[in-house]
């Protein structure tokens, strides 16, 4: 009797090990907008900085997202956790005469939270909605995949930036 009891307990003991152990969270459960260059300028050889909105109250308080960076043809961004609408500065030096221009660019979106599991970090996925923007290097952007999720290959806005001389 004793040695069924034992053998029970052991049985229960792997299954429960096994059940526990199927549990798959994502490493990363930041989600991040992608967007890619396109139309005549597909490779960037200008400087690009990006900073973000922190609070609407106080624009002047920005947090740099990338900095000073150069040879890019697309690049990845975090959104915000719970804002219906974040708000981006890209900065763009030109590689030839280091002329600055800056342009605003502002996405609405809705979250949407987002459930793996008891045991996994929580998550929010976006949808966006639109995407406003100042024209002072951006000739464009076009939405191309309207849902922000963990692992999306499809760049989600499609940047076309002017020429030098326009």
Known sequence: MQNKITK????????????CSSIDCPL???????MKLTGNKAVLED???????RTPDNPDEDTVLINRQTGLDSLTIPMSYSRTEDVYFLTLVQKDTRLKTVDTVWISKQNEQHFESIDCAPAVFHTIEGVRFTQHAIEDIKINNNKVTYNDP????LIYIKNSNN
């Open 8 to 19: 029970t307990i052991a049985v229960m003991a792997v299954a429960m090990s096994v059940a």
């Open 28 to 34: 990363n459960n930041r989600t991040y907008m992608s």
């Open 47 to 53: 400087t690009l900085t990006i900073a973000a909105e």
């Open 154 to 157: 499809k760049a989600h806005l």
